[in-house]
């Protein structure tokens, strides 16, 4: 059964920090990784996406990593600012059925 | 440009009461799933569908009971709501190995 774990569970910088969110996974055998955001009483915003033959993705200040074989992935956020806070949510896809399996979250919290 | 689309976004039901939560998508997506999500638990897989006229169990089923008669519908029916049952509730769906969509959820709570 494929598990998700991320570590911290909460994290509080001051604005303009750079910032490494954590995720590990028990199975490699996965389709890909996606990193969500979800803002309080919201749904989930997908940020990036990785395919499993990948290694990393980008977008603006974000940056993803994946390597598989250890089972680990990492979320950087750059120059962060008071808007990204939320919880960040990291999930794999796997499976015969394609389930996404979720980790608990970090929730981010940038100090103005 | 709806994407999932769910509904209601609200629903307070008493014990025992039964009640189907609505999800629709409209970018032709195979596979359509199900969630619930608990404070400090992350989201749990409920019920899942890869096509018209398949679905199968996720991590927590009981309780639940889904059906999915075309493409863009993925219904999940609370049978006998229990107090257990109090969540948010979130339907995804996706295509093979790309970004899976989320709707807005539906906040429900079971006095």
């Known amino acids: 059964k494929q598990e998700v774990t991320q570590i911290p569970a909460a994290l509080s910088v001051p604005e303009g920090e750079n910032l490494v969110l954590n995720c590990s996974f028990t199975d490699s055998a996965i389709y890909n990784l996606q990193w969500f955001r979800q803002d309080p009483g919201k749904g989930l915003t997908s940020l990036l996406l990785i395919q499993s033959s990948q290694r990393e993705q980008t977008s603006g200040r974000l940056n993803a990593s994946l390597d598989k074989s250890s089972g680990r992935s990492t979320l950087y956020i750059a120059a962060s600012q008071p808007g990204d806070s939320a919880t960040y949510l990291c999930a794999v896809l796997s499976g015969s059925a394609r389930q996404l399996t979720f980790g608990s979250g970090t929730q981010l919290t940038v100090l103005p | 440009n709806a994407g999932v689309t769910q509904t209601p976004k609200f629903q307070v039901l008493k014990t025992g009461q039964s009640m189907t939560l609505q999800c629709a998508q409209d970018?032709?997506?195979?596979?359509m799933s199900w969630y619930r999500q608990d404070p400090g638990m992350g989201l749990r897989l409920i019920h899942y569908?890869?096509?018209?006229?398949?679905?199968d169990q996720g991590e927590v089923p009981n309780g639940y009971n889904v059906s999915r008669s075309t493409t863009e519908d993925f219904p999940l029916r609370l049978l006998s709501a229990a107090p257990s049952q109090t969540s948010v509730y979130f339907c995804a769906s996706g295509t093979g190995s790309n970004i899976q969509y989320f709707g807005a959820g539906t906040r429900l709570s079971v006095l």
């Open positions: 970018m032709n997506h195979e596979y």
């Open positions: 569908s890869v096509g018209a006229g398949i679905t």
